[in-house]
């Protein structure tokens, strides 16, 4: 599919509404680590990131 801007602007539309944004910052060396982690992993890193998080969260409960 060739790329558009109506397309882009489309999609920038649904992500704004349908996602919230969190901004993540790692120190200098550390997100090329993660992201050739999360592709060993067979997930993008986005997805690496959430499942990390929610795998957490869910440990976490856990201990209450």
Same mark, same amino acid.
């Given at each position: 599919m060739a790329y558009t801007q109506a397309g882009n602007k489309a999609v920038q539309k649904y992500s704004k509404k349908a996602y919230d944004q969190i901004l993540f910052r790692v120190k200098k060396g550390e997100a090329e680590k993660i992201k050739?982690?999360?592709? %060993?992993?067979?997930? %993008?890193?986005?997805?690496?990131? %959430?499942r990390a998080v929610n795998e957490t969260m869910e440990k976490d409960k856990g201990g209450e």
């Open positions: 050739v982690h999360a592709k %060993s992993m067979g997930e %993008s890193l986005n997805g690496f990131i %959430s």
